[in-house]
């Protein structure tokens, strides 16, 4: 990637983001150099997390600032996951080559948006608690349980490095009902006749 080349953040109905990304082969200078700059452009917009495919860089890494958790009042609330615990304090980070599995049958339902789909939230259905394992950009391998707000960004970060994009699993209630947005930003930004391809339409 040539370093004075601008990313930018690419929309729903681009090609890249229904891409499966490539493994990062070598943790070098560029690739701390495009975690460096997708921190600026997930700020810009306000997100706590940005996948490399949606600056148009079809490569396997993440990058993540969750907040910790925290009540009405601002009162910090107690987290329980390893991740959460180990992960959360280090936040601004990226995690790269992520594997992310499921633990257990439990799942939790919570609205969902994404840069790459500007204003829209719906609901979206994901296992509670994940294992994740990656490197980080130091080249330090980790591996644990993380769960809370945490898991979700993960897995819908995770998803963007398989070329999935939230509204692919949605439900039809759920779709249908930010369906004149989709389509606004479809017409704008996706190929004529482009569709979304949903995961979980029986
Ligand atoms: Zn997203």
Do not use: W
């Amino acid at each position: 990637m040539a370093k004075d080349k601008k990313l930018t953040l690419r929309i729903l109905g681009d090609p890249v983001l229904d891409q499966i990304a490539k493994p990062v082969e070598k943790i070098d200078d560029s690739i701390i150099d495009l975690a460096h700059q997708m921190l600026p452009i997930m700020y810009d917009t306000n997100g706590v997390g940005l996948a490399a495919p949606q600056v148009g860089v079809s490569l396997r890494m993440f990058v993540l600032d969750v907040p910790a958790p925290e009540d009405e009042e601002g009162h910090p609330l107690p987290v329980n996951s390893p991740g959460e615990i180990q992960l959360l304090p280090q936040m601004p980070m990226a995690f790269i080559n992520p594997e992310v599995t499921p633990i257990g049958t439990e799942t939790s339902e919570m609205d969902e948006g994404c840069l790459s789909v500007p204003k829209l939230y719906a609901p979206v259905k994901r296992p509670e608690k994940v294992m994740l394992k990656a490197t980080l950009l130091n080249g330090k391998e980790i591996c644990m349980e993380c769960g809370g707000f945490l898991a979700r960004a993960i897995q819908h970060e995770n998803d963007h490095l398989d070329g999935i994009v939230f509204v692919r699993r949605l439900e039809d209630e759920a779709l249908e009902g930010i369906k004149k947005g989709l389509d606004k930003i479809l017409k704008k930004n996706g190929k004529p006749n482009y569709k979304i391809k949903r995961l979980n339409k029986s």
